[in-house]
């Protein structure tokens, strides 16, 4: 038995939309014994109103960048929160920063965590709060920055990972993704492979940097969408999923 592990966004769901080809690809992936997984910053309730609308049903899910693991039941099989006073600590640094706002994700759902002037560049969510409402959450898996700036998203997360020891921050594209240091798709990966029991093989793809190491550790493939410096750290480089599907079961 394989195990595929696929990003969603820009990876699985390209351009606002899963693919009839990609959803063929998996099912006959999954039909021929194989586990699909989704591995993705996303929280559970974003994702899994996508994926009930295409009738998508993984095996397993890798969500918020690796900080929670369900089956295909949507049952939590692991979750590793950051500490909530380093939490707190990320969230007032950037409160300070400037006016783009802070997503926070927490087991079920998210909210967002409003700049000093009431503002958010992040999308609507379960609610939002000022900082000092912040203090009340528990168990922050996961916190966002969401700018239209590469280049400034890369040196947030630089930033924030020298001056943070207990988080990791992933840029992902247009997203600062903010987890436990530690946490990270590869990781995940490799948990799961534990819990399941073991794969025959392990095939991975995703396009941006949260899943590089996914990529180096387990000879995964990117897309030719994908940023060069990811391109050049796959051993393949493909059209979409599937066709990743198609070549791993040769």
Known sequence: MK???SDFDRT?????RVSPRNLEAVRAWQAAGNWFVIATGRNEASLRQLLDEYGVKPDALILNNGAVILDREWRELFCKPI???TAMEVLRYLHGLDGDGSGVSLRHYKVNVLSGAGTTTQKPCSGDLTIDEAGD???IVQIHRRRPDEVYIRELCRDLNARFSDISAYANVCNADIVAHGVDKSAAVGWLARWAGGFDEILTIGDSANDVRM???YGGATLKSAALSVQALAMRVVEDVAEFLEMGEL
């Open 3 to 5: 195990c595929a592990v």
């Open 215 to 217: 990529i180096r550790e």
């Open 83 to 85: 500490v909530k006073e």
């Open 12 to 16: 699985f769901y390209v351009d606002s």
């Open 137 to 139: 959450l528990e168990e």
